[in-house]
């Protein structure tokens, strides 16, 4: 079992940042792949970005390559998304999500957090 915890949203203007975290609770958060989805009002869930569980590998959604970098810390249980140059159409719900399986989208994840709110001013 893994729990996770999301902070780290909040307002910013556009072309500002934000590094948002997720905490993970258990003991095996290393042999999990993680990813960051969000969800804007009145869109479906989307696909952010992914990690490998040992960071090697990312993978990153067009519309944010470039601008945001996933990592994370296997000693600390903790994977952050760090958002650059922020725009409004980033303005969503940001989860983290865990999964025994390497892939992209939202289907197969094993574990989510609740979200933390992210909302970029014009």
């Known amino acids: 079992q893994v729990q996770l915890v999301e902070s780290g949203g909040g307002l910013v203007q556009a072309g500002g940042s934000l590094r948002l975290s997720c905490a993970a609770s258990?003991?095996?958060?290393?042999?999990?792949?993680m990813g960051w989805f969000r969800q804007a009002p009145g869109k479906e869930r989307e696909s952010v970005a992914a990690?490998?569980?040992?960071?090697?590998?990312?993978h990153y959604a067009d519309s944010v390559k470039g601008r945001f970098t996933i990592s994370r810390d296997n000693y600390k249980n903790t994977v952050y998304l760090q958002m650059n140059s922020l725009k409004p159409e980033d303005t969503a719900v940001y989860y983290c999500?865990?999964?025994?399986?390497w892939g992209w989208g939202t289907n197969g994840m094993d574990y989510w957090g609740k979200g933390t709110l992210v909302i970029v001013s014009s």
């Open positions: 990690i490998t569980w040992g960071g090697g590998s990312t």
């Open positions: 258990g003991r095996t958060f290393s042999s999990y792949h």
């Open positions: 999500a865990a999964s025994s399986k």
